[in-house]
């Protein structure tokens, strides 16, 4: 198994393909934050409807039974982010086990998921990550989802080695979300080149307008740089 994250199901739309670019936001010797933003033509409803079915999108290749059908994903407060790892003998008989990916800590349909949880290879080191996906509906009746991953703690792999591995596989889930919406990346921050990672504190990235926030409800747009400590709820 490689890499797990999270979030989508059943669409039926082929578009224009999509393309995925490293977006590790920030990396130094206490964790790291990923970042990417998606263009939908998808409505916020749709984009939520396969957000919460992962075993429709996710790649099997990137679980640990073999099989995103084992995936499932239960979008309450409290709620797993899971996944079933079947008899080897027989797929009627009593699993042989499961596997918590993720816990859901915020839900707010269509507009928020946020979920605790230590992706793939994460899992067995002593580290904290939080997913947030958020979706804003634009004017064209489509959808902007801004996803952030923030992992903080202790590994035993260098974070600036373990950030690039986890920035490829969530992309990677996220364009093949995408492709069943329908839409595109931006290429919201810079790469991070590996020799550049091994000095830290790592890549500031370029300035970006911050999208207006229209009124009560609208999704509050991640910013460019992890926010200061003021105590200030984040994500609303």
């Known amino acids: 198994m490689k890499l797990l994250a999270s979030v989508a199901a059943g ?39 396969v957000l919460v079915k992962p075993s429709v999108w996710w790649d099997s290749e990137h679980t640990w039974s073999g099989d995103a059908a084992n995936l499932s994903l239960d979008a309450r407060a409290g709620g797993c982010f899971c996944e079933i790892l079947p008899n080897a003998s027989s797929k009627k008989a009593a699993p ?4 918590e990916h993720m816990r859901v800590i915020y839900v707010e349909k269509p507009r928020a998921l946020r979920m605790l949880g230590s992706l793939g290879p994460l899992q067995s080191e002593a580290v904290n990550a939080t997913l947030t996906v958020q979706l804003k509906p634009d004017a064209k009746g489509g959808t902007q989802m801004l996803l952030e991953y923030v ?10 080695k373990l950030a690039p591995a986890v ?13 069943k919406l329908g839409g595109a990346f931006a290429e919201a921050f810079p790469a ?45």
């Open 151 to 160: 992992v903080g703690g202790y590994a035993r792999t260098p974070f600036d």
């Open 192 to 236: 991070i080149e590996p020799d550049a990672a091994a000095t830290l504190p790592v890549a500031e990235p370029e300035a970006q307008p911050e999208p207006p926030v229209n009124g009560e409800g609208d999704v509050m747009p991640l910013a460019p740089e992890p926010p200061a400590n003021t105590g200030k709820i984040i994500g609303r």
């Open 167 to 179: 920035d490829g596989v969530l992309a990677e889930q996220l364009k093949r979300l995408s492709s």
């Open 11 to 49: 669409l039926v739309a082929v578009l224009a393909p999509v393309t995925a670019s490293a977006n590790v936001a920030k990396v130094d010797a206490n964790g790291f934050v990923i970042r990417h933003v998606v263009q939908l033509s998808a409505s916020a409803d749709e984009t939520w409807a």
């Open 96 to 99: 042989r086990g499961s596997v």
